[in-house]
């Protein structure tokens, strides 16, 4: 699904409400799926409620620090966990739990332990600060085995170059569910720059 779909909108919601009405208008703008952040306290209730209302939607934890936030996520509905970096433990639950798990990756180091522990996706974070396709391309050459989620910088300017390397089929991102949108009510908005990505998405993969 997440393949498919080309990029995971990153959400950052400060209510249940608020993450809903997002997550209706990324599914309008045709990205049922949606990277709901541990950054505020309303995170487990905003996974739950939107669960609850949109069975369709993909809706998954991110910033998933801690094997506690983990197993919150996993109370609340979460179809799969992102965290900003590698931690064994997350990773080991999320395992055990059967649940698909996208450690953040920044280095060889992580990778390798990416692989030992048997995962096949992990999020390239944060890309554009770390050195943006050209690192990641070279980061990713001994690691062939391994898919990247590449997030942190990505936008309507980059995301189609994103999307041409074969090892990230998919990309994290924000600028289409920007907070300030969402708490100002601007769902048309969101829908609308969700639309532009999807249309980018289809271009850069060719369907």
């Known amino acids: 699904?997440?393949?498919?779909?080309?990029?995971?909108?990153?959400?950052?919601?400060?209510?249940?409400?608020?993450?809903?009405?997002?997550?209706?208008?990324?599914?309008?703008?045709?990205?049922?799926v949606a990277e709901i952040t541990f950054r505020t306290a309303a995170a487990a209730a905003a996974i739950a409620r939107v669960r609850r209302e949109m069975p369709e939607m993909l809706v998954g934890a991110g910033t998933v620090l801690t094997v506690d936030s983990a197993r919150q996520a996993l109370d609340a509905g979460a179809a799969f966990l992102v965290s900003?970096?590698?931690?064994r433990a997350v990773v080991q639950f999320a395992i055990e739990k059967g649940v698909p798990v996208l450690p953040g990756c920044s280095n060889p180091t992580d990778l390798m332990a990416a692989v030992e522990m048997g995962l096949?996706?992990?999020?390239?974070?944060?890309?554009?600060p770390l050195g943006g396709l050209g690192m990641l391309k070279a980061l990713a050459a001994p690691f062939g085995m391994l898919k990247f989620v590449?997030?942190?910088?990505?936008?309507?300017?980059?995301?189609?170059?994103?999307?041409?390397?074969?090892?990230?089929?998919?990309?994290g991102g924000s600028w289409m569910v920007r907070k300030e949108l969402a708490q100002a009510g601007r769902f048309d908005e969101i829908e609308r720059l969700t639309a532009e990505a999807v249309g980018i998405v289809r271009a850069?993969?060719?369907?």
């Not at 900003?84 to 931690?87: A, E, I, L, T, Y």
């Not at 096949?120 to 554009?128: D, G, L, M, Q, R």
Request: with cysteine; glycine share 10%; hydrophobic share 45%.
């Open 150 to 171: 590449p997030t942190g910088g990505i936008d309507e300017t980059n995301l189609a170059a994103y999307l041409s390397f074969k090892q990230a089929p998919a990309c």
């Open 120 to 128: 096949e996706w992990v999020k390239f974070f944060p890309a554009e």
């Open 204 to 207: 850069a993969k060719g369907f």
């Open 84 to 87: 900003p970096g590698f931690s």
């Open 1 to 32: 699904m997440i393949e498919q779909a080309g990029v995971v909108p990153v959400v950052v919601a400060t209510s249940d409400e608020e993450a809903l009405h997002t997550c209706q208008a990324l599914a309008r703008g045709g990205l049922p």
